[in-house]
């Protein structure tokens, strides 16, 4: 009986065939799953699918073509000549390990059919290079030596260097060891290959097998390779991208491909958390090919995320998008694990997040949590603080005029000691004419922020101090800052300009290192003698995270202040003590600099200055004749008492004592 033809791959017919089973295509099968909702996956992954699925319908105006059998005959060789190690737990409970052929996940068949299966109008292969981030576990690094393994033996191609390529040598043989294993477990690579090397294989060389001689091979290479000549790499599986600390390995690759027009770089990682480095650029570029932004019909693209509302620490069933072999290589029991501890140790958060759920992070290890930050982020409305009466504090980060500026003011409902509520909103300035420029070199989207109104971009090159002065003189009129923390750096030029204009802001010097200003003095205990208070960053930064963990601080929606917090990197001396570091900083930090300023004078003020309520019961504890605490009435409160109580919002009676203090307010006012 004749088989049934294949319907032309560019027709809806074709694509219902795949879903019927009469097409076996797992390429297109996985991409109609995934849209069809059926396969959990991220929004990058079902971008990837799109694009499969558009270039299917109208590929060939543009000169691709779909091959059906290049995408079946490597996902064959990977279940016909490759074998994987599995842990099982028999009958009595005892864990065994046992081989079994290597059946490529439908993830896994979609990536490497993609890669084999889409030719160019010459008939070669589409893809050169290919950007694969998926979460820790999901066997990325036995799929490489896969694909190294056909690249080798599959290929037909003569005298094929295969390289398993990272920034040291021993990273580089880690993951070549897990094509070694495949070669140890695979009758039909140990027939083709010959391994070679002391002690431990280095080298596995491809046999020919009509001429028995060596005909290309598979080895581990990195960037401290020395040598006048440079590899000429037919394929290039580069591994742990996120661990780069440069883009050396990269470019020693893509530069020993030059003249093949066949070759392939492979890149595999997990998230990271800089997007400054060379995964951070290669991630942010797959993902503008991805989403149509940037056009690169020679770029292969799989980001296996969560979406941004996901949050993996409270609903499992987000853990597939990170997760493709979920299940699989990688057990639910275990991650449980890490979410676990990550929830009980902060310092651990971030590599979770990196490592289990793909999610990129400000900086190695989170100084400031993701979950903790976006708990205080809040909607603020200043004018309503500023009715309320609340006392108004200013932090400011002046750039070296052609960065961030940041201006924050704090507000504190309550002043408690030690229990100090704050509200804040920042206020960002920046240069206009140099803002794409930075925006490419920070990898952050300022022109979209200044659009959205996140941060004013001031007209010229540079941040000039006479608009500057303009811009917080406006604020402060409004708001009344009674203090304002400034950084040294910039504020001698910014007082100056001030006085020309004969104008002052109540700015103090709030020091950046670790260097300790002393502001004043508050009385010690009888026979102590005064202690100092000072202003310091660490005691600021203390203060700052003490209110973030217990949920005293709230701040104004703005992602130019969520992308400082996330950047966050500190410095510590060797008494243990903290500091911003901006020379290590993930991205910009200045939003977070001015904010632990405001917080350091807010509290500095709150401890040393009166308060206008401490002023008025001082005033009528010395003037008020026949209002003692002897001639109070029974249950009344005096000056002293009422000036303590109003320092303290959690107490019974501070609702009584603030509305006498605003009687008398009232009273003087008439008076006058």
Known sequence: ?????????????????????????????????????????????RAACDRHLGNLASGRASGLQWDLQAAQRVIGFCKDVLTVLIEERDDDGEVRTRTIPFVLQPWQAFIFGSLFGWKNRAGLRRFRRAYVETAKGSGKSPMASALGHYMLTGQRKPDAEIYSAASALDQAEIAFRHAVSMWEMSPALRRRLVASGEKKVRQLSFINPRTRRPAGFFKPISAEKKGKSGPKVYCALVDELHEHVDNSVVEMMRAGTKGNQEALIFEITNSGFDKKTVCGQEHDTSVKIVTGEEHNDAWFVFIACLDDDDEPFEDE????????????????????????????????????????????????????????????????DPDGLRSLGYRCFGGLDLSRTTDLTAFTLTWLPVETKDAWEFVSKTWFFTPADTLRERAKKDRAPYELWAEAGYLEAVPGKILKFGWL????????????????????????????????????????????????????????????????????????????????????????????????????????????????????????????????????????????????????????????????????????????????????????????????????????????
């Open 469 to 672: 002065a303009d811009a917080l003189l406006d604020l402060c009129s409004k708001y009344q800052p009674e203090k304002i923390g400034a950084d040294e750096y910039g504020l001698k030029q910014l007082i100056e300009k001030l006085e020309e204009m004969g104008q002052t802001l109540p700015c103090v010097v709030h020091p950046q290192g670790f260097r300790q200003r002393v502001v004043g003095e508050r009385p010690g205990q009888a026979g102590t003698g005064a202690e100092e208070i000072t202003l310091w960053m660490p005691d600021s930064i203390n203060k700052l995270e003490a209110a973030l963990l217990e949920n005293r601080l709230k701040v104004d929606v703005n992602p130019v202040m969520r992308m400082c917090s996330q950047g966050v990197v500190y410095t510590q001396n060797r008494t243990g003590h903290r500091m911003f570091d901006k020379d290590k900083a993930t991205t910009r930090i200045d939003g977070m600099v001015s904010l632990a300023m405001s917080i350091g004078v807010g509290t500095m003020n709150a401890e040393f200055q009166q308060s206008v309520y401490d002023q008025m019961a001082a005033a009528e504890t010395k003037g008020a004749a026949g209002d003692t605490e002897d001639d109070a009435e029974p249950g009344a409160m005096t000056p002293a008492q009422e000036a303590e109580i109003l320092r303290d919002s959690a107490h019974p009676r501070w609702q009584e004592a603030r509305d006498r203090f605003e009687d008398r307010l009232i009273a003087g006012r008439n008076d006058d």
């Open 317 to 380: 069933s987000c853990w597939p998008k990170a997760n493709p072999n979920l299940g699989v290589s990688i057990h639910p029991d275990y991650i449980r694990e890490q979410v676990a501890e990550a929830k009980v140790l902060p310092s651990k958060e971030g590599i979770v997040r990196r490592l289990n759920f793909c999610q990129w992070t400000g900086s190695e290890k989170d100084a400031i949590p993701r979950e903790l930050w976006m708990r205080a982020e809040t909607a603020i």
């Open 1 to 45: 009986m004749r088989r049934k033809a294949i319907p032309d791959y560019a027709s809806k017919e074709y694509s219902l065939a795949v879903v019927a089973g009469q097409v076996d295509d797992k390429v297109t099968l996985y991409c109609l799953r995934v849209k069809s909702g059926e396969i959990v996956a991220w929004p990058y992954v």
